[in-house]
């Protein structure tokens, strides 16, 4: 049984992969709904004939906060958040319909390093189906210049 660190970073590039690959059925399986939602739009908004390819070489996991709480109209269903940060070295290509690279992150011979903030989130008592972890928001990073901790953004905690 992996440790949660290792199901986050599982789950983070899982994501990345099945939004490469635009597979909302992964993407489903990994995202709470409202998570959901806000990538099939962004798949839906991508422009035709692109093709987008996701590799995640290697993440490392820390657990920054975590809470419990309950849903406000269904107190009787408790969730647990994780909020960890994940920094990973990864290769994201867009191409376009002939194959020519138009976009993306690193190469194979010098990946993208990136820190995320993902918050996670598990269903702890009358789950509706077995429980697991799935990703509930990405926190937006301020940009190198400004000060201060990561802010939550358009989030529904």
């Known amino acids: 049984m992996p440790t949660f ?15 490469a690959a635009a597979d909302e059925a992964k993407l489903r399986q990994l995202t709470t709904p409202s998570c959901f939602a806000i990538m099939a739009a962004s ?6 004939g692109q093709r987008h390819k996701w ?18 109209s269904l107190p009787e269903r ?7 940060s994940l920094d990973a070295k990864l290769v ?10 138009i976009g993306g992150l690193g190469s194979k011979d010098a990946p993208h390093q990136t820190l995320d903030w993902w918050v996670f989130e598990r269903c702890i008592a009358s789950p509706p189906e077995p429980p697991r972890w799935r990703l509930k928001e990405r926190i937006a990073l301020p940009k190198r210049e400004e000060k201060g901790g990561p802010t939550v953004k358009d989030a529904e905690l």
């Open 5 to 19: 660190k290792e199901e986050a970073a599982e789950i983070y590039a899982g994501v990345g992969a099945a939004l």
């Open 43 to 48: 798949l839906r908004e991508r422009p035709a």
């Open 55 to 72: 590799t995640t070489l290697d993440v490392a996991t820390s657990v920054v906060q975590v809470r419990i709480g309950h849903n406000a």
């Open 78 to 84: 408790q969730f647990a958040q994780v909020t960890c």
């Open 92 to 101: 994201w290509t867009i191409s376009d319909k002939k194959g020519a690279r």
